[in-house]
Nanobody, 115 residues
Framework: QKQLVESGGGLVQPGGSLRLSCAAS????????MGWYRQAPGKQRELVAS???????NYGDSVKGRFSISRDDVTSAVYLEMSSLKSEDTAVYYC?????????WGQGTQVTVSS
């Protein structure tokens, strides 16, 4: 069964760091761009970082210089290293292909940045 499972979220103070992990089946990630998306309360889901099959990465303006996306094609995992976290980073974070496939949305992992 094709699925994506996100983990690693939690409560962190402003300025702190977290590492998110996405476990995926190889059929989802192989030769596909993968991304981390987030949805804050009352807002639309947005793409914050992406990594293409060739390793090329791209970031949303709000996270540039603070977040780093990577992929491990041996284990079919995708990671998001987040640092210098701000309250506005609070959201549920999801991974999916880029562009996203509706059937692959998982439960996400909650990231809350608060003192």
């Amino acid at each position: 069964q094709k699925q994506l499972v996100e983990s690693g979220g939690g409560l962190v103070q402003p300025g702190g760091s977290l590492r998110l992990s996405c476990a995926a089946s190889k059929s989802i990630t192989s030769l596909n761009g993968m991304g981390w998306y987030r949805q804050a309360p009352g807002k639309q889901r947005e793409l914050v970082a992406s990594v293409m099959w060739n390793g090329f990465t791209n970031y949303g303006d709000s996270v540039k210089g603070r977040f780093s996306i990577s992929r491990d094609d041996v284990t079919s995992a995708v990671y998001l290293e987040m640092s210098s976290l701000k309250s506005e980073d609070t959201a549920v974070y999801y991974c999916n292909r880029v562009p996203p496939y509706e059937g692959y949305w998982g439960q996400g992992t909650q990231v809350t940045v608060s003192s």
